[in-house]
């Protein structure tokens, strides 16, 4: 299975610029991005704050890349309602694990990728393997795909 561990970038900065109830609307949206990009039968939480994982049942590692891709590329393209007058992106980290890890380990390495994304810049992916691999989604389209 791969967990796939994300996180709004930048988030702070949505509160302090829109207010709480603009982050809380930000929130909800990217959980709707999610359900619907990945269907109701996926594990979605809510880790804290700005924070989401999802379990993502598969026994490919490419197949878990390019789920964390659309995660990506989905929330980047994501137009958001008044006040926000700003692109929304998310970093995310993915770890993909054989049947047997344990969640602990399988979340220390997801989060590990996901501080990388984040130190590589945010708005990408990064996919623990001993060293964590980059993955820079393409730029985005210039039309806006709703995710509701």
């Known amino acids: 299975m791969a967990l796939i561990v994300l996180d709004i970038d ?7 610029d829109f207010g709480h109830p603009a ?13 619907a990009l ?26 878990a890349k390019e789920v964390a891709l659309r995660i990506c590329d989905t929330i ?38 996901l501080y990388a994304a984040k130190r590589a810049g945010r708005n990408c992916v990064k996919v623990y393997a001993q060293l964590p691999q980059s993955i820079t989604p393409p730029a985005p389209a210039n039309a806006s795909t709703p995710c509701h």
Request: with cysteine.
């Open 23 to 35: 982050g809380d609307a930000v929130i909800i949206t990217v959980v709707s991005c999610l359900q």
């Open 10 to 16: 930048h988030f702070k900065w949505i509160n302090d």
């Open 76 to 113: 980047a393209d994501q137009v958001f309602d008044a006040p926000i007058n700003r692109q929304i992106t998310a970093s995310v980290g993915v770890s993909w694990n054989a049947r047997g890890t344990s969640f602990e380990l399988a979340y220390s390495r997801a989060d590990e990728a």
């Open 38 to 63: 990945l269907g109701p039968g996926v594990a979605i939480g809510r880790v804290g704050g700005e924070e989401f994982s999802v379990v993502w049942p598969t026994s490919s590692d490419e197949e």
